[in-house]
Each structure stands twice: as C-alpha cells, then as structure tokens.
C-alpha cells in the first residue's frame, strides 16, 4: 500500500496517470495526448521498472505532441502496443461517477480499456473499426447529400464497408460480452460488500444490432423480480448468441441492411459496438437517473472492483502468471462517507499493490496501512511526520529513564 498526500497542484495524479498510461495508451483526465505534454517541450516519457516475480522488464513510452508515440522495452525499440499487457492497472478516480451518470460512450470506454488489458491484440482490431466507421460515415454523408439533391445513389456501394464493419465489429461485441458476463457476478458482490448490503447491482449488455431487430432489454423491475426468470433467460440466450463470432457477424451484416435507408437519410452510422452501451441496474430501476449520490459512488466502486478481480483472475497471454493488476485509487476517499471508506479500505487490504493518492491525510480511514508519501512541487518524498504519540512516548521515556511500561 502506497500513500501518496500532497495538495492539489502538485503532482499526485500525474504520478498515477503515468502508470496507468503504461496499461492503457489513454488518460482518465483528458482525451488528447498532447495535454500529457509539458508547456513548451516536445515530448513526455514515462519510464518504468516492472517486476512479475524476480523478472525486471524496463518499459518507456515516449508521448509526441501530434505524432505516434515511441516506445522501448529493455532499453530497445519496440512497437508502442508491444507493451500492452505487461503492466495491468485498475484505476478509480472522481471522474467515474460517469460510468453511473454519463452519456453511454463512458461506459463504452470503461469495457474497451479492460478489453485491451485482457486481449492487448483488440487495440489494433478497435483502431481499424474507427478508420471503418470514419470511412462509412463519409460515403454516408455522400449518399444523403446525393439524394437531397435529386442525385442517385447505388447503395451496393456500401455492401464493402458493411462486410468490414461487421467483420471487425463482431470482434468487438464478443469481447465485450464475454467480459460483461464475467463481471456480473462481481459487481453483484463488491456493491453489496461497499454499500453495506443496500440494494442488487445487476448488468447487461444493451447492444444496437439486438435494437434493430426490435429486441429491447426487459425492464428492470422484471428481471430482478421472481417471475423475471423468463426474462433473465432471454438475455442469456442472446448473450450467447453475440459471444459467438460468427454468428455475431451475421447478425451484424442483418441489422445494417435492416437499417441502411435510416442511415443514408440522416448521413451516420447507427449500429454497431459504437453505439452500444452498458446498462446498470440497481434493484428494480436503472442506476442512472435513480441513484442516489451514494449509490452512484458505491456502483462506480463495484465496476472498478469487479474489473480488479477480474483482471487478477484472468492469465493474460503476456505473463500466464503474476497477473495481479495494479490497483490505483485517486483522490477517492475525500468523496466517500465514513462507511464506505472503512468497507473500501478492508476490500482493497488483500491487494498486491496499491496506490492511493489523497490531499490531506484526514481524508483517509484509520483502517489504511501503508508507506506514506509527501509530494509537494512535483516531487516525492518519504512521509516524515511523526505520529504525537510516538513524540510523548519519548519524551515520557527520557523522564522515567528509559522505563514507560
């Protein structure tokens, strides 16, 4: 356990930000590279020494402002999604109360950087999706333009990006299913172990291909209810059906034709896994829109928890074994109550490795044991403030000479 305390500005998150980077290629801060970039320089680097067992492996990346990155492992070049896999971070910071409260492409961002930790081969399979769609959407636009004007349109002129799509999407939505079928009982479990027992956290996969067709998810009361049994099997038949690949894609290449005139109407794509979402349930209602606060905090905290032990129960193809993920909590604690804090700080004990990262130490439950950090003005030192009661005990010890039984 890392403790990390310092005041805002100086430099805390940016520590964690780089580990994390290490994992993911992305910022839970920002959406663009070049803001990881220092004011006035070219380039940042973010060096590390990573240990799986006694095995040292040196990782650097080198973040161009406006250029692809650089990389090097052991000191020699490598391709930057070389290092996918290598380090594996779970990170929860305030931001995440947009998985509960945000638009759905939070959401989709939360399942796509745990897919590449899990499958590192998936960045490169998601980055040629976006060229796909980026490419369809232009030859859509053409169409709805064309159109408007009186012009014709061939629309088998489509028929090649669609096999793309779908042969690229499906990849994608497999992944995505397997792994929301992999958290569901953990995220059932961590938010009752954080919220105290209040309430069932439930999650599903809402995907627009299945939208399409006219399927719709059952409503939440239904599934949590007794006779929601039906329901509940229905989802797992068509979860089953989107975990296989090729079944997947033609259910893909179906859904695209079902919705082509819609699509060269309004110039955009509407189906695929960049229009899907992740639905959270909390009880009979979604979590969205209904929950509390609270209950948002301890539903972000589940989600993050569930891909912790997600993460360290599953053998990555990089490292088959020391695969516990870094668990990384930025200035969490100041947002919880009291409870949630102890409920977090005994959850998290058992972990590997942690850091935590807060402005001032009383944020912090009494329940957190670990080395203490000072960072002021960008740089870390060993926390040396002395506990008052270790300053008495030896004053008392200088008094009695040396006997304070």
């Not at 034709?257 to 955009?268: A, H, L, T």
């Not at 668990?327 to 804090?341: C, K, M, P, Q």
Request: hydrophobic share 45%; net charge neutral; aromatic share 6%.
């Amino acid at each position: 356990m890392n403790i990390f305390i310092g005041e805002n500005g100086q430099g805390k998150t940016n520590l964690v930000e780089g580990i994390n980077y290490l994992a993911t290629f992305e910022s839970h801060r920002v959406g663009a590279d070049s803001a990881l970039v220092r004011l006035g320089a070219k380039a940042g680097v973010v060096r590390a020494k990573v240990l799986h067992g006694e095995s040292p492996t040196m990782l650097e990346v080198e973040i161009l402002a406006g250029k692809a990155n650089r990389a090097r492992i052991n000191r020699g070049k490598a391709r930057p999604r070389d290092l996918l896999g290598i380090v594996k971070t779970v990170l929860f910071a305030p931001e995440d109360l947009e998985l509960v409260k945000g638009d759905p492409s939070a959401r989709r961002k939360f399942l796509d950087l745990l897919m590449i930790q899990i499958q590192p081969k998936m960045a490169g399979i998601k980055s040629e999706y976006e060229k796909v769609l980026r490419q369809r959407a232009a030859l859509l636009k053409t169409a709805m333009k064309t159109r408007n004007r009186g012009g014709i349109f061939y629309e088998n002129a489509l028929d090649v990006w669609d096999l793309q799509l779908a042969t690229l999407g499906a990849q994608i939505i497999v992944a995505r299913t397997k792994i929301i079928s992999n958290l569901r009982g953990f995220v059932k479990k961590y938010y009752a172990e954080v919220s105290g027992g209040k309430g069932v956290a439930r999650i599903d996969y809402d995907a627009s291909l299945q939208r399409a067709f006219g399927f719709e998810l059952p409503n939440a009361e239904l599934i949590n209810a007794a006779e929601g049994m039906l329901a509940r099997e229905e989802i797992q038949d068509r979860e089953t059906q989107m975990r296989d690949r090729e079944q997947c894609q033609e259910m893909l290449l179906l859904a695209l034709q079902q919705v082509r005139s819609k699509e060269i109407e309004r110039g955009v794509n509407l189906v695929g896994p960049h229009r899907d979402d992740l639905r959270l349930v909390l009880g009979a209602l979604p979590a969205k829109g209904y929950a509390s606060h609270g209950e948002s905090w301890s539903y972000a905290l589940a989600l993050r928890l569930a891909s912790w032990d997600l993460l360290r129960s599953h053998e990555s193809d990089v490292w088959a074994d020391e695969s516990e993920p870094i668990l990384i909590l930025d200035d969490v604690f100041a947002e919880l109550d009291s409870r949630r804090r102890t409920r977090l700080a005994k959850i998290i004990a058992p972990a590997e490795q942690v850091f935590v990262t807060a402005a001032v130490g009383d944020d912090l439950p009494a329940e957190l044991f670990g080395t203490k950090f000072l960072v002021a003005d960008g740089e870390v030192t060993p926390f040396a403030e002395e506990s008052p009661f270790l300053q008495i005990a030896e004053q008392l010890s200088a008094e009695s000479g040396g006997d304070i039984s």
